[in-house]
């Protein structure tokens, strides 16, 4: 590898919008999230499924169909 043209791969900060940060390596410096697995509904438990049918059962419900 040609050391002039690589980046510096350094220490960085991870902060995600609920306050958690995480300490990983990089190439860009400060980097900021929207979401973690601190605070994503998949990890956190909070996910919503939506069991009530497929398809078919959704369009009978929406147009009041027996």
Request: glycine residues 10%; charged residues 25%.
């Amino acid at each position: 590898m040609k050391k002039e043209i690589q980046p510096n791969y350094d220490q960085t900060t991870v902060t995600c919008a609920c306050g958690k940060e995480y300490a990983v390596g990089s190439t860009k410096s400060n980097l900021k999230v929207d979401v973690c697995s601190n605070c994503h509904p998949y990890w956190t438990g909070n996910l919503r499924k939506d069991t009530t049918g497929g398809r078919a059962d959704k369009f009978k419900k929406k147009y009041g169909i027996n």
